[in-house]
């Protein structure tokens, strides 16, 4: 039995709606998707900077450390006791305690 030309054109006009409905789901979902990759890379660049600042905290805080062992900083070269003068001084008040 021939489908007569206004069945066609219906199921030709069913087949082209269903397409379109398709077609209009897929952008939906690839500007979804687009838009989770762009809260992901957001996130992922927070992170990143989060990360290098509290690196960079760290290493100012042990920076501070080592030039400020105890919180008493370093004498520079040329400057205050020697080790040589600070041990003689240390025995002396020994011999002094005696």
Known sequence: ????DEEL???LQAQFDAEEQAHH???EMAKKMQGELELEQEFE???RRFHA???SKIATKLQKESDFPNGVPKPKDGEGASATSTSTSFSELEGNLS
Do not use: L, V
């Not at 039995?1 to 007569?4: L, Y």
């Open 45 to 47: 660049d927070a992170n």
């Open 9 to 11: 054109a219906k199921e």
């Open 25 to 27: 789901q897929d952008e």
């Open 1 to 4: 039995m021939a489908k007569s």
């Open 53 to 55: 600042d509290q690196d």
